[in-house]
């Protein structure tokens, strides 16, 4: 792994992990686990990685759910799995948030995680990217937390609408209530923490890997996205 420009055209502004993912065999996106051990684990099982596979997170590894802690370590300690940054990292990290189960080392893993991870045609971010805007005039806030461009909300309409790649975007951040396979935007996040499903993208069969998450709190009805055909 080496750090590099996830684009062809221009730098970007925020940090970022690039692979080579033609030496992987195996390689997945995984939604937002927000401490959801059980379901993590299910999912391990179901995608029995080889030595030579690779899971990347879309980040938000932690709250709301009850095992933030084990999921951190779980994550941490396996080098075929890889995180970026969620808005509930960033949040543990700016101080706005807190668990207290989290110790330095915790801490020190959250500020390693990148901002975006990239291979040749893929980016892997939390949020998003702006539509109207090249990749190289967002930052690393606007990667993480982008929804709907214009309000940041669940409103709509959604970046991932309207959204031409490359590169193609796998994200989470924004509550499906089934996953997205476009052909420029995959969108993991089904709210596992929830009650839906934890769920993986394999990248190479371009097929969904779902497991149900047995814990879950409720959520809003209006804060889960359905689309139209
Ligand atoms: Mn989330």
Not at 23 to 47: K, M, N, Q, R
């Amino acid at each position: 792994m080496t750090t590099g420009n996830p684009t062809s055209g221009g730098a970007v502004s925020f940090d970022h992990l690039t692979l080579d993912i033609g030496s992987l065999d195996d390689v997945y996106v995984v939604g937002d686990v927000h401490g959801c051990l059980e379901a993590l684990e299910a999912l391990l099982e179901a995608l029995d990685l080889g030595a030579n596979d690779l899971a990347v997170f879309v980040g938000d590894l932690v709250r709301k759910g009850p095992e933030s802690k084990a999921v951190l370590d779980r994550v941490r300690r396996s080098s075929r799995l890889v995180s970026v940054r969620g808005n509930n990292e960033r949040k543990l990290l700016d101080g706005e948030a807190s668990l207290s189960s989290l110790g330095l080392v915790d801490h020190r893993y959250l500020e390693s995680l990148p901002t975006a991870i990239s291979w040749d045609g893929g980016l892997v971010v939390h949020g998003g990217v702006d539509p109207s805007r090249p990749l190289s005039a967002h930052s690393r806030e606007d990667v993480l937390t982008m929804r709907s461009p214009d309000g940041d909300g669940y409103d709509g309409p959604f970046w991932f609408e309207t959204y031409e790649g490359p590169p193609r975007v796998f994200f989470g951040h924004t509550v499906l209530a089934e996953p997205i396979e476009r052909e420029w935007a995959v969108g993991l996040d089904t709210g596992c923490v929830y009650g839906g499903d934890l769920t993986a993208y394999d990248v190479r069969r371009k097929e969904f890997v779902r497991v149900s998450g047995p814990d879950h709190v409720d959520r809003a009805s209006e804060k889960i996205v359905t689309l139209d055909g």
